[in-house]
């Protein structure tokens, strides 16, 4: 599959928890060990992703949260991610979703460590905006 494209993915992980006002242990150490996950999957993923912490995502009942998001593809949201116990599922998300043009994956596609844990999937703002532009014709 050829991987060559221009868009810039971003893996968002939640690390500033909004109740207590301070830093979140389990966010912090999730994306610690997912930028050593990335790391050693090789430079091919490493180099297609920017990782970076965050300031609360709302999903506060299903900690941690976890974004994946590029330039004209889907965002994704997962929720109750269990630390290392998911970094593996999250490492191969991450190759389905850089694969995919859209970003669109179907929950069976996903990792089954994943599944049920898909909080949003929210289709790209072009993509929406291509589509309101053909209805109005």
Known sequence: MDNTNDQTHRITVCTDCRHTGAPCRPGLDLLKHLQAAIAKAGAALSDDFSLQGSVCMAGCDRPCTVAFQATAKATYLFGDIGGKADIGALVSFAELYRDRPDGM??????????????????????VSAERQATLLQ
């Not at 994956?105 to 289709?123: C, D, M, S, V």
């Open 105 to 126: 994956t179907r929950e069976g596609e996903r990792p089954r460590a994943l599944g049920g844990k898909t909080l949003a999937r929210i289709p790209a703002a072009i």
